[in-house]
């Protein structure tokens, strides 16, 4: 796998770990490296930021010379290249509404940004996202893609675009994976966690605003909140982190409304579990491992 290094100016240093796009080993690699420069705590680097199969320090010249970070990081290259790809990690069971009439609102709003009003378009002008989704993912029904969506987790591969919101990779081997283009012209709107999918990647949206993901459900679960009510917020406003691994779990209107007057009154709680990850495991039989890491959800 090859890294390529790129300076953005005189104090960021840009690293991409895999020039194939997104996989969990170059996932794996980035989150490893990141890892060992949080430990190892060097002068002079001010900020660490992993990305999908990528990551970036920010550095101060004065104290770190550009190349002596150039050596670093080279160096780490060669540790993590080939070494033990397994992390301790949290599993975490999250209730989605799919379907739901919040997000349905806001496709039908913003319809003209959409591939079905493209010119030149067979597509039926006020077909839904997960409809779109499934024709074009070639499943037979709605529910079978819902199945397929919620039946396999998630990895969380990074955080951003706006705080707290995690950019999100289904453990699928690569064929099965769901991939859907985004929006052709962005909304400037979404609702507050909304499970989007754009490309291969899903995520959560953790607060209102613009977006261009196509919109499979809403989440009652909060991934962001600067108050820290809920008691899964104790440690950080941001609930997520890179390597969690969510398993979203289909609910009902009156499930999700439930939910939502839990989350009001600050007693909402997710399920949260320790768990092993193993990239080399999970390679060799992927369903089965899933299955079996989804077992300390029951």
Avoid at 126 to 137: F, K, L, M
Avoid at 210 to 215: A, D, I, N
Avoid at 258 to 264: C, F, I, L, P, S
Wanted: proline letters at 7%; hydrophobic letters at 40%.
């Amino acid at each position: 796998m090859a890294f390529r290094y790129s300076f953005g100016g005189d104090t960021f240093l840009y690293v991409e770990v895999s020039e194939d796009g997104m996989s969990l080993e170059a996932f794996f690699l980035a989150m490893a490296i990141c890892n060992k420069l949080r430990v190892m705590q060097i002068e002079g680097i001010t900020e660490i930021c992993p990305a999908n199969a990528s990551y970036m320090i920010a550095f101060d010249p004065d104290v770190l010379p550009y190349q002596k970070a150039l050596e670093i990081l080279k160096s780490l290259e060669k540790e993590v290249v080939g070494a033990q790809t397994e992390i301790q990690t949290r599993l975490i069971e999250m209730p989605v509404l799919y379907n739901d009439p919040y997000t349905h609102e806001c496709q039908m709003r913003f319809r003209n940004n959409h591939q079905c009003r493209e010119p030149g378009s067979t597509l039926d002008p006020n077909i839904t996202d997960i409809e779109y989704a499934r024709q074009i993912n070639g499943y037979e029904s709605v529910e079978a893609f819902i199945k397929a969506h919620s039946e396999s987790p998630w990895f969380v591969s990074m955080i951003g675009f706006v705080a707290g919101l995690p950019w999100l990779y289904q453990l699928v081997e690569r064929k099965a994976q769901i991939e859907v283009p985004k929006y052709p012209v962005a909304r400037i709107d979404t609702p507050k966690l909304t499970i989007g999918h754009g490309g291969c990647f899903g995520c959560v949206y953790a607060v209102r605003g613009g977006g261009g993901y196509q919109m499979m459900g809403i989440t009652p679960a909060p991934v962001w909140d600067p108050e820290q009510k809920l008691p899964y917020f104790k440690e950080s406003m941001v609930f997520l982190n890179p390597g969690d691994i969510i398993k979203f779990t289909p609910c009902t209107q009156a499930e999700y409304d439930t939910y939502v007057k839990e989350v009001e009154a600050g007693t909402f709680d997710l399920k949260i579990r320790q768990t092993p990850f193993s990239l080399k495991e999970w390679k060799a039989d992927p369903k089965s491992y899933n299955q079996q890491i989804l077992k300390a959800l029951a």
